[in-house]
């Protein structure tokens, strides 16, 4: 068996579960249910018998809507995040799972707990997507409504985490004594209550759960802001990038990469890993029909009029999705999800550029729909395929790929199958997950992913901050503070 070569930077892969975007075919005769516990059984158990860091989950408050009517073509079921996570969990041994979870409409002692109790159950598996909720669209379905300014909402989350974080460290080492003997089970000076004044919380708790096998779970965020990549230079331990083209990553890469320094971090204490998805042939001809193929059935005739819609930011009755773009020019009509701009003349001049290559290309509404959004970023031959993703991490433009596979559960099989075995032969990727050398238990999610565990607070900082079983997490929170954004659903 070949063995990873030191010399060379290894790849990370990560499986994004399909099924909350427009790249899933749930109409294709191979795909299954998006929210029957077998898709996700089969499709963790895949990645890890690929050998992949770890599972990773979008999250989706709301069913999409467009002119006030659900928009059900692109996604099938958005289930709740923790509850798959842990029932992933318990269905392997290695791999990590990890969900996306808004900081918006969630509360940090809630939510603390509850991926504390998952880290635990799944032997420090866990990864947390940190990201706001930016609308009211998905603020009416909680009970405040609305939605947070811009400002206010990246305050909240970065308080949120900060809490979060004190939550997690709040248990000593050797505060569990498990004395029985003296009858003591645990030392309650090892166990400090959390006390928090800010402008988003104020909270005295104390966790309910001792520190987990990897310290905390993973933070990963997908901030892209200047203020962002100032925050994952601070704190995040993943960015889910979008940056997926070749040059563009490697400046996106120094630029992170290039501010850890200043937060006392080194390179490898941050992993890079943009969203990706692959068409796979026997040879890069038939990869790249493939790839149309793929392309065509992501963009439904209804996608592909919604599309149109938004960026005209009015209904089109009657447009063919097999004919041509509307002759009309967008106007003054109601601003629709996902449309390019409020301003005209913005509107005017993306259907132009719209109008000139469909005609160049000779595209009808949905080929040119699924030109401009159902994009691969790896099409070819599995010796294709991976030599680009070699060629990307060994030129610092990612540090490996969240791939997205079209197909529930089994579009990841193939690429399991034919391209990880060629990773391995150039001795860019594991063998093997790596036991712990001394307890040779499973490994944590860190130790898969190379990072570091966290440091524990001694006791000094509770002692300091208000004695036994009282510390502060307030004063760390800058009001101009960014945190990451939400990956559009």
């Known amino acids: 068996m070949t063995t990873p070569d030191p010399a060379r930077r290894q790849v990370h892969l990560v499986a994004h579960f399909p099924g909350v975007n427009s790249a899933t075919v749930w109409s294709d005769p191979a795909s299954g249910s998006q929210i029957d516990f077998a ?20 999250e989706g408050l709301r069913l999409r809507e467009h002119g006030g009517r659900i928009h059900d073509l692109d996604v099938a079921g958005r289930p709740a995040t923790l509850a798959i996570l842990a029932a992933m969990a318990s269905v392997t041994r290695n791999i990590g799972v ?60 970065e308080e949120f985490v900060a809490l979060a974080k004190a939550l997690w460290d709040s248990w000593e080492a050797g505060a569990i004594l498990a004395d029985r003997e003296a009858g003591r089970f645990v030392d309650p000076e090892r166990v ?51 940056h997926t083209g070749f040059a563009d990553g490697q400046q996106f890469y120094r630029d992170v990469k290039g501010r850890l320094p200043a937060a006392g971090r080194d390179e490898d204490s941050l992993l890079i890993l943009p969203g990706a998805s692959f068409a796979l042939g026997d040879t890069d001809a038939e990869a790249r029909e493939r790839a149309r193929e793929i392309s065509l059935a992501q963009t439904s005739p209804q996608t592909a009029v919604a599309w149109v ?7 089109l009755p009657g447009l063919d999705p097999d004919g041509r773009l509307p002759d009309t020019e967008p106007g003054e009509g109601e601003q629709r999800q996902g449309q390019v701009s409020t301003r005209v003349e913005d509107r005017i001049a993306r259907a132009a550029e ?33 030599a ?67 440091q524990r607070p001694d006791s000094a900082r509770y002692r300091a901050e208000g004695g036994p079983g009282d510390a502060s997490a307030a004063e760390s929170v800058p009001e101009d503070a960014a945190v990451p954004e939400e990956v559009p659903a």
């Open 98 to 157: 990890v969900g996306t979870l808004t900081s918006t409409f969630n509360e940090p002692t809630e939510l603390a707990r509850q991926l504390a109790t998952i880290d635990h159950l799944s032997g420090g598996r866990v990864g947390w997507n940190v990201v706001t909720s930016p609308d009211a669209f998905h603020g009416a379905n909680f009970r405040r409504g609305g939605f947070l300014p811009y400002a206010e909402r990246y305050t909240r989350a």
């Open 309 to 315: 819609e938004a960026i005209w930011g009015r209904a």
């Open 388 to 454: 680009e993703i070699d060629r990307y991490v060994q030129g610092r433009a990612s540090d490996g790929f969240v791939l997205v596979p079209h197909l529930t559960p089994g579009g990841l099989d193939e690429f399991v199958d034919r391209v990880v075995p060629l990773l391995q032969e150039r001795g860019v990727f594991r063998t093997e997950y790596a036991v712990d050398p001394v307890t040779g238990a499973n490994p944590t999610l860190r130790r898969t992913l190379g990072l570091p565990e966290p």
């Open 354 to 386: 719209l109008r000139a290559r469909a005609e160049a290309e000779r595209l009808t509404v949905r080929e040119l729909v699924a030109a401009e959004t159902a994009h691969h970023t790896f099409v070819g031959s599995p010796a294709t395929i991976a």
């Open 39 to 58: 898709s996700f059984r089969h499709f963790a158990r895949t990645a890890e018998r690929g050998l992949f860091d770890y599972v990773f989950l979008a």
């Open 192 to 242: 400090h209550r959390i006390r928090h004044r800010g402008p988003q919380f104020d909270v005295a708790a104390t966790s309910t759960v001792p520190r987990s096998p990897q310290g905390y779970p993973v933070i990963v965020q997908a901030g892209d802001s200047p203020a962002g990549r100032d925050f994952a230079a601070a704190n995040a331990e993943i960015i889910f990038s979008r």
